[in-house]
């Protein structure tokens, strides 16, 4: 996924996945077949969002590419002033600062 918090939440994610197989390893009967599953649960619902996500991303390109100058500039601030985190302001900036490079 592109966006830093869509990142953080598969790492966030995979650590629960990583601590339910732990507590599985050192389980046994019922309870280690429930951590199971629910291992199996959050893979399953993880795959699903991850691809909604990129599915949304993808539209979104597409809505940008036939969007005219003007209207891909405030859409643009609008996505900076929706950012909650200054992580993810400067992955933006850093973003920023590459296309500036690419374009002179």
């Given at each position: 996924?592109?966006?830093?918090?869509?990142?953080?939440?598969?790492?966030?994610?995979?650590?629960?996945?990583?601590?339910?197989?732990?507590?599985?390893?050192?389980?046994?009967?019922?309870?280690?077949?429930?951590?199971?599953?629910?291992?199996?649960?959050?893979?399953?619902?993880?795959?699903?969002?991850?691809?909604?996500?990129?599915?949304?991303?993808?539209?979104?390109?597409d809505t940008l590419d036939k969007a005219t100058e003007d209207v891909r500039k405030e859409l643009g601030k609008l996505a900076v002033r929706a950012q909650s985190s200054v992580e993810a302001l400067d992955e933006i900036a850093k973003e920023l600062d590459e296309r500036r490079k690419s374009l002179k």
């Open positions: 996924m592109e966006a830093s918090d869509s990142s953080g939440v598969k790492d966030q994610v995979q650590k629960a996945i990583d601590d339910l197989r732990s507590a599985g390893e050192k389980a046994t009967g019922d309870v280690r077949s429930s951590i199971d599953s629910a291992v199996a649960r959050l893979r399953d619902v993880s795959g699903d969002a991850s691809s909604k996500a990129q599915d949304q991303v993808s539209t979104w390109r």
